[in-house]
């Protein structure tokens, strides 16, 4: 069942126009990962969504009902987390959650261990420092509990770990992990890595438009298949020469060896022979499973042609 979809969305600033007719379907409890480079429009899409900026034609649609630019009941239900979260530097953990939680209207009853609980979910819960004293990773941690003290049913996370360090996104995949057992997310990144271990569908965005949408399993499946190499003669010879073959496509060096796509996959046997008759002596070939990030480059190098 679909959550969240976007219709036509188009969105100018003065003459230069950041988003053209793009299209994306959110289904119920699935992490969609919204991908594209720093500037491809996935910010702009986002605060379209939650209409924190004006967009010119497209329809908005959040839970089968059009999302009106003016009205606060559609978002009641969605959590937002920015990318770069600000918050009172003098207050607690607790005190900020407490500010959000009166602010939404929610049970009084219900308080005290509606924030107890949240807090343990993004481990603050011992945390009694004031804001101010919070590392990036932590103030990460705090955007995500507001976002779920009033228990959305969809979460709109844009970049949350761009700025992080290794130990700081690990901690922030964890917690989307533990998330998509009981809600939607919306997770825009360029980070593909951390995209790829976390999300079951992948929207990709270039220069304000839609490139493709698709689960992530086709995505990587549908592509050739991929081989890497190792060989006795320097690299940088062997990829010169296997490039002249005419045979090959996508061939550059990695991990200490060669990774390759045959253009044509009938030609496995003419792409041993050239190399026996080159000299080229291979020492580990095996099929290469392709990243994500091979993948975008893919993409985003045929759709320049």
């Known amino acids: 069942m679909i959550i969240l979809e976007v219709k036509n969305l188009n969105k100018f600033y003065g003459e230069f126009q950041a988003l053209e007719n793009v299209n994306l379907t959110v289904k119920k409890n699935e992490v969609y990962g919204f991908i ?12 379209s969504i939650l209409s924190l900026i004006d967009y010119q034609s497209g329809e908005v649609f959040f839970d089968g009902e059009k999302v ?17 979260p600000s918050f009172p530097r003098y207050l607690t953990a607790r ?20 924030i107890k ?17 919070y590392s990036r990773g932590m103030k990460q941690r705090l955007a995500i509990a507001q976002a779920l003290i009033h228990k959305p049913k969809l ?7 761009s700025a992080l360090d290794p130990m700081g996104r690990k901690d922030i995949l964890d917690i989307i ?17 951390d995209a790829q271990k976390v999300c079951d569908t992948i929207g990709l965005i270039e220069g304000g438009k839609m490139v493709f949408e698709k689960p992530l399993k086709t995505i990587i499946s549908d592509r050739e298949q991929a081989y890497y190499m190792r060989t006795v003669e320097p690299l940088e010879q062997v990829l010169r020469t296997i490039k002249d073959s005419q045979l090959v496509t996508d061939e550059h060096i990695y991990n200490g060896g060669i990774v390759y796509t045959l253009k044509d996959a009938g030609k496995t046997l003419d792409f041993q022979r050239f190399l026996n008759q080159h000299n080229i002596a291979i020492t580990y070939l095996q099929p ?18």
Do not use: C, W
């Open 288 to 305: 290469y499973e392709k990243s994500l990030e091979d993948v975008f480059v893919e993409v985003l190098h045929e759709n320049r042609h």
């Open 177 to 193: 992990r533990e998330l998509k057992k009981e809600l939607t997310i919306l997770y825009s990144t360029h980070i593909l890595e």
């Open 117 to 133: 609980t949240i807090l343990g979910r993004v481990q603050l819960e011992d945390n009694t420092k004031k804001i101010s004293g």
């Open 68 to 84: 009106s630019k003016r009205s606060m009941h559609d978002k009641r239900d969605i959590g937002y987390v920015p990318d770069v």
């Open 95 to 114: 005190d900020f959650l407490g500010f959000v939680y009166d602010t939404y209207q929610l049970p009084k009853e219900d308080k005290d261990q509606a």
């Open 155 to 161: 979460l709109l996370m844009d970049e949350p770990t």
């Open 36 to 47: 594209g480079r720093n500037g491809a429009g996935k910010t702009t899409t986002i605060n």
